[in-house]
T-cell receptor, first 117, second 112 residues
Framework: AQKVTQAQTEISVVEKEDVTLDCVYETRDTTYYLFWYKQPPSGELVFLIR??????QNEISGRYSWNFQKSTSSFNFTITASQVVDSAVYFCALSEALIQGAQKLVFGQGTRLTINP | DTGVSQNPRHKITKRGQNVTFRCDPI?????LYWYRQTLGQGPEFLTYFQNEAQLEKSRLLSDRFSAERPKGSFSTLEIQRTEQGDSAMYLCASSPIFHTQYFGPGTRLTVL
């Protein structure tokens, strides 16, 4: 079965510091997708990125960057020059196939990130 | 706003009562998912619809739970004879044919 582990339960840093959120996954599938979602205090899960298993290129989007390493089954997320608005719970998720080509998401337990001014 | 919407946002009920939640997906998304999130945990999959057909149900979905998606548009999730263990955030997500799921704001259920 698919499994996602986010070992860091809580992280607290001072504004402008860089911070990396770790994600390790387990799967027997050869084709799969990895995701990161942000959950601010309002509760809505906000999609950040999707990466497929064949694309190991790192991705950068503004202050956000993602490092996908298949050899270590990791998909880590780095926020550069963190801001107070980055405070939220961040979830890493792995796709698991359902019938007719659909995918359900298997989530990690989340990392609560607090950025202090 | 064309995102996923859910109603109500909060529901407080007494044990043994029935409750129903509604999810309106992004228009033209033919796939709709329900997840449940308890405090301090990540969301867990409950069930999946493709158009009006319910194609997958988790073992978490006991026989007190029922979900529908009439005409392949909005969906409802009903819990009968609620128990305190049903207290959680119920999240709905929709997706087009390929993969990325977009979530609604959730319905927070508290069973007293």
């Amino acid at each position: 079965a698919q499994k996602v582990t986010q070992a860091q339960t809580e992280i607290s840093v001072v504004e402008k510091e860089d911070v990396t959120l770790d994600c390790v996954y387990e799967t027997r599938d050869t084709t799969y997708y990895l995701f990161w979602y942000k959950q601010p205090p309002s509760g809505e899960l906000v999609f950040l990125i999707r990466r497929n298993s064949f694309d190991e290129q790192n991705e950068i989007s503004g202050r956000y960057s993602w490092n996908f390493q298949k050899s270590t089954s990791s998909f880590n997320f780095t926020i550069t020059a963190s801001q107070v608005v980055d405070s939220a719970v961040y979830f890493c998720a792995l796709s698991e196939a359902l019938i007719q080509g659909a995918q359900k998401l298997v989530f990690g337990q989340g990392t609560r990130l607090t950025i202090n001014p | 706003d064309t995102g996923v919407s859910q109603n109500p946002r909060h529901k407080i009920t007494k044990r043994g009562q029935n409750v129903t939640f509604r999810c309106d997906p992004i228009s033209e998304h033919n796939r709709l998912y329900w997840y449940r999130q308890t405090l301090g945990q990540g969301p867990e999959f409950l069930t999946y619809f493709q158009n009006e057909a319910q194609l997958e149900k988790s073992r978490l979905l006991s026989d007190r739970f029922s979900a529908e998606r009439p005409k392949g548009s909005f969906s409802t999730l009903e819990i009968q004879r609620t128990e305190q263990g049903d207290s959680a955030m119920y999240l709905c997500a929709s997706s087009p044919i390929f993969h990325t799921q977009y979530f609604g704001p959730g319905t927070r259920l508290t069973v007293l």
